[in-house]
Protein backbone atom coordinates (compact mmCIF):
# COMPACT_ATOMS: atom_id res chain seq x y z
CA UNK A 1 0.00 0.00 0.00
CA UNK A 2 1.34 3.38 -0.74
CA UNK A 3 1.94 6.25 1.72
CA UNK A 4 -0.30 8.70 1.34
CA UNK A 5 1.81 11.12 4.03
CA UNK A 6 5.52 11.55 5.02
CA UNK A 7 7.38 9.66 7.89
CA UNK A 8 9.97 11.31 9.46
CA UNK A 9 10.38 8.95 12.30
CA UNK A 10 9.22 5.50 13.34
CA UNK A 11 10.18 3.48 16.35
CA UNK A 12 8.01 0.90 18.37
CA UNK A 13 6.75 3.90 20.50
CA UNK A 14 6.07 6.59 18.89
CA UNK A 15 5.75 8.55 14.64
CA UNK A 16 7.15 11.90 13.63
CA UNK A 17 5.19 13.13 10.41
CA UNK A 18 5.50 16.00 8.43
CA UNK A 19 1.61 17.40 7.88
CA UNK A 20 1.24 19.01 4.53
CA UNK A 21 -0.11 23.18 4.59
CA UNK A 22 -3.88 22.08 3.60
CA UNK A 23 -4.77 18.72 5.60
CA UNK A 24 -6.65 18.22 8.92
CA UNK A 25 -5.08 16.79 11.57
CA UNK A 26 -7.89 14.85 13.24
CA UNK A 27 -11.27 13.86 11.46
CA UNK A 28 -13.32 17.03 11.12
CA UNK A 29 -17.43 17.48 10.90
CA UNK A 30 -19.27 16.06 7.80
CA UNK A 31 -18.51 13.53 5.63
CA UNK A 32 -16.24 15.97 3.47
CA UNK A 33 -13.65 16.28 6.34
CA UNK A 34 -12.73 12.56 6.97
CA UNK A 35 -9.63 12.56 5.08
CA UNK A 36 -6.95 13.92 7.90
CA UNK A 37 -3.28 12.86 8.51
CA UNK A 38 -4.12 10.53 11.28
CA UNK A 39 -6.51 8.50 9.36
CA UNK A 40 -4.00 8.12 6.45
CA UNK A 41 -1.23 7.64 8.80
CA UNK A 42 -3.72 4.88 11.13
CA UNK A 43 -3.94 2.79 7.60
CA UNK A 44 -0.48 1.73 7.94
CA UNK A 45 -0.05 1.86 11.64
CA UNK A 46 -3.13 0.94 12.98
CA UNK A 47 -1.97 1.42 16.56
CA UNK A 48 -1.39 5.21 15.62
CA UNK A 49 -2.89 7.39 18.33
CA UNK A 50 -3.11 11.42 18.19
CA UNK A 51 -1.29 13.21 20.70
CA UNK A 52 -1.46 16.64 19.64
CA UNK A 53 -2.68 18.74 16.60
CA UNK A 54 -1.59 21.27 14.01
CA UNK A 55 -4.18 23.75 11.87
CA UNK A 56 -5.39 22.62 9.09
CA UNK A 57 -3.22 25.29 7.60
CA UNK A 58 -0.42 25.15 9.02
CA UNK A 59 2.38 22.64 8.09
CA UNK A 60 5.26 20.90 10.20
CA UNK A 61 6.01 18.23 12.38
CA UNK A 62 3.41 16.37 14.49
CA UNK A 63 4.09 13.92 16.40
CA UNK A 64 1.77 10.24 17.32
CA UNK A 65 1.66 7.50 19.95
CA UNK A 66 1.29 3.73 19.41
CA UNK A 67 0.39 2.84 22.37
CA UNK A 68 -2.05 4.35 25.40
CA UNK A 69 0.75 4.65 27.79
CA UNK A 70 3.08 6.38 25.33
CA UNK A 71 0.45 9.18 24.16
CA UNK A 72 -0.82 9.30 28.17
CA UNK A 73 3.36 9.80 28.57
CA UNK A 74 3.71 12.07 25.69
CA UNK A 75 0.79 14.09 26.45
CA UNK A 76 2.20 14.95 30.40
CA UNK A 77 5.38 16.21 28.35
CA UNK A 78 3.30 18.87 26.55
CA UNK A 79 1.13 19.89 29.76
CA UNK A 80 4.93 20.35 31.62
CA UNK A 81 5.80 22.15 28.50
CA UNK A 82 8.59 19.61 28.19
CA UNK A 83 8.61 19.63 24.58
CA UNK A 84 10.81 22.12 22.68
CA UNK A 85 8.45 23.38 19.75
CA UNK A 86 9.47 25.43 16.75
CA UNK A 87 7.33 26.94 14.24
CA UNK A 88 8.80 29.57 11.45
CA UNK A 89 6.47 32.04 10.28
CA UNK A 90 6.49 35.10 7.96
CA UNK A 91 4.56 37.89 9.25
CA UNK A 92 3.51 41.42 7.59
CA UNK A 93 5.59 44.15 8.60
CA UNK A 94 9.18 44.42 9.28
CA UNK A 95 10.06 43.75 12.59
CA UNK A 96 13.48 44.94 14.37
CA UNK A 97 15.66 42.40 16.62
CA UNK A 98 13.81 41.74 19.87
CA UNK A 99 16.25 43.60 23.24
CA UNK A 100 15.69 40.05 24.61
CA UNK A 101 18.79 37.65 25.71
CA UNK A 102 19.79 35.96 22.27
CA UNK A 103 17.44 38.36 20.41
CA UNK A 104 14.30 36.95 21.58
CA UNK A 105 10.83 38.83 22.84
CA UNK A 106 7.91 37.28 24.16
CA UNK A 107 4.43 38.06 23.13
CA UNK A 108 2.30 37.93 26.72
CA UNK A 109 -1.29 38.20 25.49
CA UNK A 110 -4.48 35.90 27.04
CA UNK A 111 -6.27 34.73 24.70
CA UNK A 112 -10.52 33.81 24.75
CA UNK A 113 -12.92 32.29 22.52
CA UNK A 114 -14.79 34.77 20.55
CA UNK A 115 -18.29 33.19 20.72
CA UNK A 116 -20.36 34.81 18.24
CA UNK A 117 -17.66 34.08 15.53
CA UNK A 118 -16.48 30.28 17.19
CA UNK A 119 -14.05 28.61 16.48
CA UNK A 120 -11.89 31.92 16.37
CA UNK A 121 -10.26 33.23 19.19
CA UNK A 122 -8.89 36.93 20.36
CA UNK A 123 -7.01 38.41 22.55
CA UNK A 124 -9.13 39.21 25.92
CA UNK A 125 -7.56 40.94 28.56
CA UNK A 126 -10.72 40.17 30.95
CA UNK A 127 -11.73 36.69 30.16
CA UNK A 128 -8.52 35.39 27.62
CA UNK A 129 -6.66 32.15 29.27
CA UNK A 130 -2.90 33.45 29.47
CA UNK A 131 -0.56 32.78 26.94
CA UNK A 132 3.00 33.29 25.77
CA UNK A 133 4.98 33.37 22.55
CA UNK A 134 8.71 33.72 22.48
CA UNK A 135 9.91 35.20 19.02
CA UNK A 136 12.92 35.79 17.03
CA UNK A 137 14.52 37.97 14.06
CA UNK A 138 15.40 35.38 11.37
CA UNK A 139 15.49 37.09 8.46
CA UNK A 140 13.92 40.30 6.55
CA UNK A 141 12.40 41.64 3.07
CA UNK A 142 12.73 45.30 2.53
CA UNK A 143 11.30 44.94 -0.15
CA UNK A 144 8.19 42.81 0.18
CA UNK A 145 7.67 44.53 3.68
CA UNK A 146 7.88 41.22 5.76
CA UNK A 147 9.88 39.39 8.42
CA UNK A 148 10.55 35.78 8.56
CA UNK A 149 10.72 34.90 12.35
CA UNK A 150 11.25 31.57 15.00
CA UNK A 151 8.47 31.17 17.25
CA UNK A 152 8.52 28.92 20.56
CA UNK A 153 5.00 28.94 22.26
CA UNK A 154 5.19 28.25 25.91
CA UNK A 155 1.51 27.90 26.04
CA UNK A 156 -0.44 25.94 23.85
CA UNK A 157 -3.64 27.57 23.23
CA UNK A 158 -5.75 27.06 19.82
CA UNK A 159 -4.84 29.30 16.96
CA UNK A 160 -2.31 30.80 19.48
CA UNK A 161 0.68 31.81 16.90
CA UNK A 162 -1.91 33.15 14.65
CA UNK A 163 -3.53 35.08 17.23
CA UNK A 164 -0.74 36.92 19.09
CA UNK A 165 0.93 37.63 15.90
CA UNK A 166 -1.81 39.44 14.68
CA UNK A 167 -2.44 40.81 17.98
CA UNK A 168 1.24 42.02 17.65
CA UNK A 169 0.17 43.98 14.77
CA UNK A 170 2.13 41.50 12.16
CA UNK A 171 -0.24 38.98 10.89
CA UNK A 172 1.08 35.77 9.16
CA UNK A 173 1.06 35.74 5.13
CA UNK A 174 -1.77 33.99 3.84
CA UNK A 175 -3.99 33.73 7.16
CA UNK A 176 -7.43 33.86 5.95
CA UNK A 177 -8.66 33.64 9.47
CA UNK A 178 -6.87 36.56 11.07
CA UNK A 179 -5.30 38.03 8.53
CA UNK A 180 -6.49 41.23 6.27
CA UNK A 181 -7.42 40.87 2.71
CA UNK A 182 -4.06 42.64 1.68
CA UNK A 183 -2.08 40.01 4.49
CA UNK A 184 -4.38 36.93 2.89
CA UNK A 185 -3.53 38.49 -0.91
CA UNK A 186 0.06 38.15 -0.24
CA UNK A 187 0.89 33.96 0.25
CA UNK A 188 -1.07 31.34 -1.44
CA UNK A 189 -1.14 29.37 2.10
CA UNK A 190 -0.43 30.06 5.34
CA UNK A 191 3.31 31.07 5.76
CA UNK A 192 3.56 29.07 9.38
CA UNK A 193 5.51 25.52 9.61
CA UNK A 194 6.11 23.52 12.54
CA UNK A 195 10.15 22.98 11.86
CA UNK A 196 11.24 21.47 15.33
CA UNK A 197 10.25 19.18 17.62
CA UNK A 198 12.48 17.99 20.85
CA UNK A 199 12.11 16.02 23.85
CA UNK A 200 13.12 12.80 25.64
CA UNK A 201 11.72 9.65 24.30
CA UNK A 202 9.08 8.49 27.17
CA UNK A 203 10.22 4.86 26.98
CA UNK A 204 14.11 4.46 25.92
CA UNK A 205 15.16 7.82 28.19
CA UNK A 206 16.80 9.11 25.19
CA UNK A 207 16.68 12.85 24.10
CA UNK A 208 15.21 13.33 20.65
CA UNK A 209 15.17 16.31 17.90
CA UNK A 210 13.72 16.68 14.78
CA UNK A 211 14.02 19.51 12.16
CA UNK A 212 12.28 20.37 9.35
CA UNK A 213 12.74 23.26 7.28
CA UNK A 214 9.77 25.41 6.24
CA UNK A 215 9.12 24.86 2.47
CA UNK A 216 8.54 28.67 1.97
Not at 4 to 12: R, T
Not at 64 to 77: D, E, F, P, T, Y
Not at 102 to 121: F, K
Not at 165 to 190: E, K, N, T
Request: charged content about 20%; hydrophobic content about 45%; aromatic content about 6%.
Amino acid sequence: MTRDFELVHADASLLVLNKPAGLLSVPGKGEDKQDCLSARVQQHYPDALVVHRLDMATSGLLLMARSIAVQRALGALFERRSVDKRYVAVVDGELADAPGAGGWGLIDLPIAVDWPRRPLRIIDAAHGKASQTRWRVLGRDAVAHNTRLELAPLTGRSHQLRVHLQGFGHAILGDRLYGSDSVQARAPRLLLHASALGFVHPVSGQPLQFDNPAPF
